[in-house]
């Protein structure tokens, strides 16, 4: 079953790649044909330097054959770090693809009804995932109350992942006068990890790619696409989220969707 699951991400993931450069392959099919060409015509050009080299009578070819040669090593050489740079920017691509495919996978609970995947929310949401000890997601959420209604407005929903096993303590005001900002900020932290083995083998392996410390909290924040658009040690920025999203309603609705903001 795991294999199958990584033959289908694989593939997505090479999809993806694809759509995102589409002309790498091409690049890269013309390096190895250029490599092949320069790399015959370099055994043909030593081979003849060979010859020129035993016969005193071809003497006067050796300079221009040395020529030859170098050019054609100078071409494979240029043409073979070409392709390398592109096959490393290629597997560094399907490897982060990868990864944004496992993500889109993991579960999330709404309610206790209702259990969807993370790709669920693609277009419609912009995912914070705030992962660290319980303590250190509270405090998260009593920072981010001033922000409550713009990061609402900006689609922004959290992800409160406690990765020392505790359950966060949410502590929402229940009076009358406060009782739509409540509903508001339940709304915004409403969401939950299940299967939580899977999100901290996902989260391990973004943090060792990043090298952070495996204790550390950090934050990671989603696209509407559902790719990661930033992370960092510590507390979310709420402050730079309301000044970097645009609202998903209003006079920037539209000619704004899905400016974001580049990946990571």
């Known amino acids: 079953m795991h294999h199958e699951f990584y033959l289908f991400f694989s593939s997505t993931a090479k999809i993806r790649s694809e759509v995102l450069s589409p002309f790498r ?21 030593a081979t003849q330097l060979i010859a020129a080299l035993t016969n005193p009578a071809r003497a006067a070819q050796v300079p221009e054959l040395v020529k030859g040669l170098a050019i054609d090593i100078g071409a494979v050489s240029i043409f073979a770090f070409l392709y390398s740079r592109d096959n490393k920017a290629k597997n560094a691509e399907l490897a982060k693809l990868s990864r944004e495919e496992s993500l889109s996978n993991l579960k999330l609970r709404v309610n206790e009804k209702r259990t969807i995947s993370v790709s669920t929310l693609r277009g419609a949401a912009r995912l914070v995932i705030c992962a660290g000890p319980a303590s250190f997601i509270e405090q998260a959420f009593k920072t981010s109350e001033p922000f409550t209604e713009s990061l609402l407005d900006r689609g922004v929903l959290v992800v409160p992942f406690a990765t020392d096993g505790n359950s966060p303590s949410f502590d929402f005001e229940e009076s009358e006068e406060k009782k739509e900002l ?82 990571l």
Do not use: C, H
Not at 192 to 217: M, R
């Open 182 to 263: 409540t509903a508001r900020r339940k709304r915004l932290w409403q969401l939950a990890p299940v299967y939580v083995s899977e999100w901290s083998k996902w989260l391990d392996e973004q943090k060792k790619l990043a090298g952070v410390s495996p204790e550390s909290p950090v934050y990671l924040s989603l696209r509407m696409d559902g790719r990661v658009r930033g992370s960092g040690v510590g507390y979310p920025p709420w402050n730079a989220f309301v000044a970097q999203l645009p609202p998903l309603k209003g006079m920037w609705s539209g000619i704004l969707d899905g400016m974001d903001g580049r990946v």
């Open 25 to 45: 392959s091409l690049r890269m099919f013309f390096y190895l044909s250029f490599i092949a060409s320069g790399s015959i015509g370099g055994l043909i050009a």
